[in-house]
């Protein structure tokens, strides 16, 4: 299992960083707390399409109905963003993510203020991926 925050310790963590310089490298620290992916999880399907780094996004429905995930990115803040993600999506059911407003704990974070338009792009093709393959889980 990876060693994540949950979101609020997560918000916590977010609001106790002093500036944005610090809230990047946090979301780097969480992306090199994922799991590194195995062969058969860097597979083509769990390619995530529109997104300038290559980004890996492995979900595997439980016998509870729950989703689990896992993910990786050849860029240290990309990676971190799929930490971020994972933690908001961890461990819900098919059901419970597509009814989730992502974007509302997203705008709590100020992300896409903070990030370059094309890692904003891709954060909300992770999004976009993530909820179509929830739909195929259901």
């Known amino acids: 299992m990876?060693?994540?925050?949950?979101q609020h310790?997560?918000?916590?963590?977010?609001?106790?960083?002093?500036?944005?310089?610090?809230?990047y490298l946090y979301i780097i620290e969480l992306g090199e707390r994922l799991s590194i992916?195995?062969?058969?999880?860097?597979?083509?399907s769990n390619?995530?399409?529109?997104?300038?780094?290559?980004?890996w996004i492995d979900m595997k429905k439980q016998s509870d109905g729950t989703i689990t995930f896992s993910g990786s990115s050849d860029a240290a803040i990309v990676k971190?963003?799929?930490?971020?993600?994972?933690?908001?999506?961890?461990g819900k059911?098919?059901?419970q993510i597509l009814s989730l407003n992502v974007n509302t704990?997203?705008?709590?974070?100020?992300?896409?203020?903070?990030?370059?338009?094309?890692r904003t792009q891709g954060l909300n093709a992770m999004i976009r991926?993530?909820?179509v393959k929830a739909s195929d889980l259901k």
């Open 129 to 131: 991926s993530i909820l």
């Open 37 to 44: 992916l195995t062969e058969v999880q860097l597979k083509q």
């Open 9 to 23: 310790k997560l918000m916590h963590n977010f609001a106790r960083c002093q500036n944005w310089e610090e809230r």
């Open 105 to 118: 704990f997203l705008s709590k974070l100020a992300l896409e203020q903070h990030l370059t338009p094309s």
């Open 2 to 6: 990876i060693d994540l925050p949950n």
């Open 93 to 95: 059911t098919a059901e």
């Open 47 to 55: 390619l995530i399409s529109g997104c300038q780094s290559q980004v």
């Open 80 to 90: 971190g963003l799929i930490a971020i993600v994972i933690i908001f999506f961890q």
